[in-house]
């Protein structure tokens, strides 16, 4: 899996660890669209197990001081592995709507026609660069703006007033993106469960959530409880497509008999050490 | 005085772009055809004499601007002003703008698929984009559209000089209107521009 | 290139009066001597064939000018009365003042979270605000407020007609208190808030 991607230097192997210069991204579409073309994969066919799994491991390597961005990597992150959970199911007869993947291809030709667009612009900026106009143009007398007729209607007034929109007092010159759900939450929430139960069902941890949030508490479980797969710290088990998730507690010790409703072992803060999750992992720090 | 002699001093004169009918307030004499009569005169003459600026059409006005040919004599000098270059991220999100408009800034941001809050705010400031309307729907978000500004810019004589989407490697068709999936929690903020942004569906091929 | 054309280039393109010196730098192909030669060439062209305009020597060197016989073209183009229209600055700011007053600019610039000195200006140069007072506490900043000519120029009798629908933000429905604590009088020193900035793009001529 390695050769294709350190082929196309997006990757670089350092003390270990895989390293994304994730600065070079304008974004996860930017990123993904990279994956893609890079290895010449069919956007109308994309591997979507085998672009999930590297677009996962750049993502981990979003660094602490890149919060802002990193929230919407991971809604990319989430978006990716709920398509590649889908394409697992099976699929009702062949219409084309039913590819789960539908939406994600779209998205990405639309934005490669965006950069295309901003690469046309770009030009266009940098000939119309290489035209200077009259430099020095003589001062003249300005007519007084109160003799100006003026046009405006109460409407166009009105119009701007409805649309004023108090600035976030925190949030002045940058947008943080102040996510309603973080992530290490429900990280902190699923070991909490595991910490009384070998296992617990994915709803359970959602009880309670109801409304417009629920969906964003949805995706961010799943995506902490991907994470803490990732550090091996759980297991994810579903019998049947649409029955319930159950989030197992993991012993590292006990590796490979994962079946077997995990061990007596409580350690699951060792075991993230093990997955070298020393790092202040992923998207938290909120305002308030 | 001739006809072209005052649209010749207008337009030099002037370092922004100057409709017809504008110039033509100079004198009780002009009107929008005669203006654009002299235009016509002048740019032959200037051409069969070769000068080292022309008229040039931006922005639904004329300007008159120096040749491509002598900018890297100009350059060379600290008082010929140097054009500003957009970064990566405001041309992409202005590409965004200039194709859709009008187009709110979830839409915006759906299509980016990161944050444009600020990198929109900017480009007002330049004066690139403008406030246009509202949609409609819950909070009645606003929906942004590209200045005259814009297209002095880029040196663009109007919106038509956009390349067309059919010389794209990538076509744009009709779309259905945008529906994000639940990848978006500016919840509610739903973008009902789908009347007025002409905008793509991209089909895929069967199978 | 010849040396007529490149000297012209950059007289026209430039924002200051240039020394013969100072434009050989224009190309190695130049010097003093030639440049001279070349400006005596432009003027004997310019004036045979009637430009509107002429090279000008200056205490700082050679200038491109319009010829002063066009002046009153210029004046009349610039001065003939033409309707305008407030830029979105304009109105925004306009509204926050009509709505919130009185209000001080620093208010201002924290609502619409840009620098705003200019637009203010602007409005109170076409006498649609007034500075109505001044605050207490530090520096007693100016406090602005709607002119008689705004309720005139709106068909208002007086600010009680000000329509207040349900839809109107609640920073301008109600007086909610403004600026985080202690941050009440941290004149202009608001992150972002460059006083220049929106200067350019205040009112944009009708059309």
Known sequence: ?288 | MNASQIVEAVLFASDAPLKAEEIARADESLDEDRVEEAVRELRVFYDETERSFQIVEVAEGYQILTRPEFSSYLERFDTVPRPSRLSGPALETLAIIAYRQPIGRVEVEYIRGVGSAGVIRSLQDRGLVDVVGRAEGLGRPLLYGTSARFLEHFGFGSLDDLPRPEELPVVLRERVPLLPEGEQEDGGAEPGVAAGAEAAQLDLPDG
């Open chain 1, 1 to 288: 899996m390695a050769a294709p991607e350190t082929g196309a230097g997006l990757f670089g192997e350092k003390a270990g660890f895989w390293v994304v210069e994730i600065d070079r991204f304008q974004g996860p579409l930017d990123l993904l669209l990279h994956l893609i073309r890079v290895q010449d994969v069919d956007v109308f066919d994309i591997p979507i197990a085998r672009i999930t799994d590297q677009f996962l491991r750049a993502v981990k390597e979003i660094h602490a001081t890149q919060l802002d961005s990193a929230g919407e990597f991971l809604e990319m992150a989430a978006t990716l592995v709920r398509i590649k959970a889908q394409m697992l199911l099976p699929r009702y007869g062949d219409d084309e709507e039913a590819d789960p993947r539908a939406e994600l291809v779209r998205r990405l030709l639309e934005y490669e026609q965006i950069r295309e667009i901003s690469a046309r612009l770009q030009t266009a900026e940098a000939e119309r660069g290489r035209r200077f106009g009259k430099g020095y143009v003589e001062a003249r007398p300005r007519p007084t703006l109160e003799d100006t007729p003026l046009e405006t209607g109460w409407e166009e007034v009105m119009e701007a007033a409805l649309a004023v929109e108090m600035p976030d007092p925190r949030d002045v010159e940058h947008r943080v993106r102040v996510r309603p759900v973080a992530m290490e939450t429900k990280v902190a929430l699923i070991l909490d469960a595991l910490g009384r139960a070998t296992r617990v069902e994915f709803s359970r941890l959602l009880r309670g959530v109801e409304g417009l949030q629920a969906r964003m508490h949805g995706v961010m479980t799943f995506l902490a409880s991907l994470e803490l797969t990732r550090r091996r710290a759980v297991y994810l088990r579903q019998v049947n497509p649409f029955s319930e998730l159950w989030i197992y507690r993991r012993d590292p010790e006990t590796e490979g008999a994962a079946d077997e409703s995990a061990g007596a072992t409580d350690d699951a803060a060792e075991a993230t050490d093990d997955a070298g999750g020393d790092r202040p992992e992923t998207t938290t720090q909120e305002s308030p």
